[in-house]
């Protein structure tokens, strides 16, 4: 049962931290905005910062034998503009950090309010991203579609 907890908190934060640097990254790149890059990355280097010691997350990882690993590649298609996937990559990572915060009560108590406050964090974020980035409102082609 612990060791089901330490995967459940091992993918969680793999996803969160995912999420965040796909985030990241279009802010940087799409957005070169570098405020805003720069507290992306100090959310996710906090996110980091909460597992000193991922050796039973790492132990209780088993990617192969993942029942729910296949559901997921169906839904990528859905994202046809560079806001869909900010969009999609917020919601992965509020998602998970939600689940982190859940399932931390159980195994590491003294981190749920870390886990909280970096969700609270990304919910700022999210809406500071979504008013100043003009690469948002105004993508460009759909993706998959010719200019």
Same mark, same amino acid.
């Not at 039973?56 to 869909?84: C, N, Q, S």
């Given at each position: 049962?612990?060791?089901? &907890?330490?995967?459940?908190?091992?993918?969680?934060?793999?996803?969160?931290?995912?999420? &965040?640097?796909?985030?990241?990254?279009?802010v940087r790149f799409?957005?070169?905005?570098?405020?805003?890059?720069?507290?992306?990355?100090?959310?996710?280097?906090? &996110?980091?910062?909460?597992?000193?010691?991922?050796?039973?997350?790492?132990?209780?990882?088993?990617?192969?034998?993942?029942?729910?690993?296949?559901?997921?590649?169906?839904?990528?298609?859905?994202?046809?503009?560079?806001?869909?996937?900010?969009?999609?990559?917020?919601?992965?990572?509020?998602?998970?950090?939600?689940?982190?915060?859940?399932?931390?009560? &159980?195994?590491?108590p003294g981190k749920?309010?870390?886990?909280?406050?970096?969700?609270?964090?990304?919910?700022?974020?999210?809406?500071?991203?979504?008013?100043?980035?003009?690469?948002?409102?105004?993508?460009?082609?759909?993706?998959?579609?010719?200019?």
């Amino acid at each position: 049962m612990k060791k089901d &907890l330490y995967r459940i908190m091992d993918a969680n934060l793999n996803r969160s931290r995912e999420g &965040l640097r796909v985030i990241e990254d279009i802010v940087r790149f799409c957005g070169k905005n570098k405020v805003l890059t720069e507290k992306l990355k100090r959310v996710r280097h906090a &996110l980091a910062g909460t597992v000193r010691d991922n050796g039973k997350m790492l132990l209780a990882r088993d990617a192969r034998h993942d029942v729910g690993k296949e559901y997921y590649f169906g839904l990528e298609g859905r994202k046809k503009t560079i806001a869909d996937i900010v969009i999609s990559s917020f919601r992965r990572v509020e998602e998970s950090l939600r689940v982190m915060e859940d399932i931390s009560k &159980l195994i590491i108590p003294g981190k749920t309010g870390a886990y909280k406050r970096i969700r609270f964090s990304v919910y700022e974020l999210e809406k500071t991203i979504f008013k100043k980035l003009q690469c948002l409102h105004n993508p460009g082609p759909a993706v998959g579609r010719k200019p």
